[in-house]
């Protein structure tokens, strides 16, 4: 059997796209406007056809490698509805939602994976939106659903939540169901860095691995504009220091064997690549800031290649 083939744009890290890959999917065209995010998909897939553009200014009429394929997959930049953030990045968010709606009458996909904030699925402050995609998607006879998403149900040492959106032609739409929890318990942060923070001969690696007994907060890659690389908003840093992590900042190694024992320690770029489940081998570019940045912002490949099983499902049914 053929794979199935997708276009994926605002790749990022190649989140998404790695959890399709491991679904069976093929990627014809990966789309981000980032040189450091591009750079990373074309450090670890060099066969990847990587197109370093913005999703606004791209036009598919140009790159026959997006004709005939069965999926449109866009993990966006996370739109926000609250009065703290600057209404210009949020309209450029919401139009970059737009947009990747806008390209399937181009492409013309058997299939549509969008993630988000998981407000996008039922918050009213969203309403207008949807009712966009609604008429967008039904005037080229998808038929769709919306549903949240936990990359913890998926093994993932994270609670982050995202808001879905799948759309399938007409045809292909009921034999459609979303994706359930593929673990029974969920994985901890300890179990998944214990590991890596005996790496180096730290005699506190195994006593802090034993009390960090929960999953991550919700990793936050923060924006390009202002701040550096921490874990997350003051809720977040308060979670991570319950586990003694200092999420004010990372480290440049994982502790030492000179290291104390008690105390805060700081999480590695590389530690925090391993709780959004990433590959150990999985190369990021660029300085740490930007290297964070492309790691906090992505989709969780377990949670991709969920989908991307539930999705070929219903196509190859």
């Not at 029974?184 to 790496?199: D, E």
Request: aromatic share 6%; proline share 7%; glycine share 10%.
């Amino acid at each position: 059997m053929n794979k199935l083939r997708f276009v994926d744009v605002c790749a990022g890290a190649g989140g998404l796209a790695l959890g399709l890959e491991a679904a069976g999917f093929e990627p014809a065209l990966l789309l981000d406007r980032k040189q450091v995010a591009c750079e990373t998909l074309r450090l670890n897939r060099p066969a990847w056809n990587v197109l370093e553009t913005d999703l606004l200014d791209f036009d598919p009429t140009e790159h026959q490698h997006t004709y005939d394929v069965d999926l449109l997959s866009a993990g966006l930049p996370r739109v926000k509805s609250s009065a703290t953030v600057a209404r210009a990045e949020t309209e450029e968010e919401l139009r970059l939602l737009e947009a990747a709606v806008l390209l399937a009458p181009s492409i013309q996909p058997r299939a549509l994976i969008i993630e988000n904030v998981p407000g996008l699925v039922d918050s009213p402050k969203f309403e207008g939106v949807r009712e966009f995609i609604r008429k967008e998607l039904e005037h080229l006879d998808y038929r769709f659903r919306w549903f949240i998403l936990n990359a913890a149900d998926f093994g993932v040492p994270q609670d982050r939540k995202q808001g879905v959106l799948v759309a399938l032609k007409k045809q292909y739409f009921d034999a459609f169901e979303p994706p359930v929890p593929t673990v029974a318990q969920h994985v901890t942060v300890g179990t998944v860095l214990g590991r890596s923070m005996a790496a180096r001969g730290w005699p506190g690696a195994d006593a802090w691995a034993a009390q960090a007994i929960s999953v991550a907060p919700t990793l936050v890659g923060g924006s390009d504009n202002r701040g550096g690389a921490d874990l997350g908003p003051t809720g977040s840093k308060k979670a991570w220091e319950r586990m003694r992590v200092n999420g004010g900042a990372l480290g440049d190694d994982v502790p030492g064997p000179g290291d104390p024992v008690s105390g805060l320690i700081k999480l590695t770029d590389a530690q925090t690549a391993l709780l959004q489940s990433f590959p150990e081998d999985w190369q990021f570019a660029g300085k740490k800031t930007a290297r964070y940045r492309q790691i906090g912002h992505a989709s969780p490949p377990p949670v991709g290649t969920a989908l991307g099983l539930a999705v070929a499902a219903a196509l190859n049914s």
